[in-house]
C-alpha cells in the first residue's frame, strides 16, 4: 500500500490491520551521466513497495531531502540546510506515528544518509516517543551477500556502479541512458591516499571526481531483475521480523520510564 495512493478511511484500516509503515530516504544528486537524479529513492521506493505487496505495510512516499553536501558541485543536488534536514526527518515520523503507526522501518537507499540515519535512530532517545524507529538499508541480508556477488562481474563500486546501474535498470529500465555512459568507468583516484585512518569532508570527492565510482559497463536489465529479487526479499523479511517484534516497544517504554524516574528521585 503507498500511502499518497489511499484514502483517509483506507490509511485509518492500514494503521489497525498493518500498524507499519516504511519510509524509504534517498536524495536528489547526480549519478554519473547515465543514471536519474532521484535513483536513490526510486530505487528504494519501488523495492519498499513491492515488499509491500508480499508483506503487508504502508509505503511512504520517497523521503527526498537526504544529506547529500558532497554533490553541491554537480548540477541538479539539493542539499537541505543540515538542522532542517534532522528536524525535517523527526517530524515526518512525529507525523507517521500522529496517524497511528507505533512501527516505522527506515529504509536508507543512499550512502551519504547513513550518519544521518543512525544519528535520527538514536536520537529518538531524547524524548519519550509513541513509536519504534527500525533502520535498515540497501544492502541484501547477509544469506543473499553471495548470490548478489555470483550476480556481478565487478567488486568496486559505490556509486553509478554495475549494482546500482542494473538495479536502476530492474526498477526503471526507461530512466537509464547506456548511451550516455559510453563505456567509461570510474576507479579511486586516491588523492588522499598520504592521509591513512582519517577521513576529510573530501574524502569521496577526492577519489571520484565525477561522482561515478565503479564500472557500470557490464550492468544489464536481467542482472537488475536478479538484483531486485534479492532486495525485495530481504525487505518482505525485515518487514516480518519487525511486526512480530514486542521487545523494541517494551525496551523502550521501559528505557523512557528510568529516565522519568531518575527525574524524579532528583527532584525529591
Ligand atoms: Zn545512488
Known sequence: MQWEQLTAPKLQNAVH????CVLPVGALEKHF????LGTDGLNAHKICCLAAEAEAAVVFPPHWFGQIHEARCYPGTIAIDPILTVRLLMNVCDEIAR???????VYNGHGGNTHLLH???QIMLAQRK???VYLTDWHVDEKRQEQQKAILDTEYGGHACEWETSLTMGTHPELVKMEALAGQAAAPLGRLKHLTGVKTPVSFYADHPDHYAGDATSASPAKGRA???LHVDSVVEYIRAVKSDEVTPALMREFYDRCDELGRSGSS
Open 17 to 20: 490491520e498493518v500498524g507499519l
Open 33 to 36: 551521466e547515465h543514471l536519474p
Open 99 to 105: 496517524n497511528g503507526f507505533a512501527k516505522i522501518i
Open 119 to 121: 544519528y535520527l535512530r
Open 130 to 132: 509513541s513509536y519504534a
Open 227 to 229: 538484483l531486485l529479487k
